[in-house]
């Protein structure tokens, strides 16, 4: 979610970038990000993991799924908890497209 200046003076209490993102809110989100952040705390420090992994074998080509999990490692980034990369750089997480992995944010 990007800022905008029509939201500068409530910025902290934003939660949706639109009313349609706010019907659509999933019931399974806390799920999804338990479900990442799981994924990467069972592997080492320097791994990564595809979104895909985080879905079962039946829902990894439902693009409607596949966006959810991807709206979930967004909502884990708000929270400087993990970095959305590609080509192990880091990408900002509202403007990336094309495939991406997702790793614990790493301390500097």
Known sequence: MEWRKSWEKNWD?????SDACRKNKSKN???LEEQILLKLQSRSRDSS???SEV????????????EEVRQAARRLVHQ???????????VDPS???GPIRLRIKKVT
């Open 29 to 31: 989100k806390s799920t």
């Open 80 to 90: 400087g908890l993990i970095e959305i990369t590609q080509k192990g750089q880091v």
């Open 95 to 97: 403007k990336f497209k």
């Open 49 to 51: 993991i595809c979104p």
């Open 13 to 17: 209490s934003i939660k949706y970038c």
């Open 55 to 66: 879905l079962p074998a039946d829902d990894k080509q439902d693009k409607v799924k596949m």
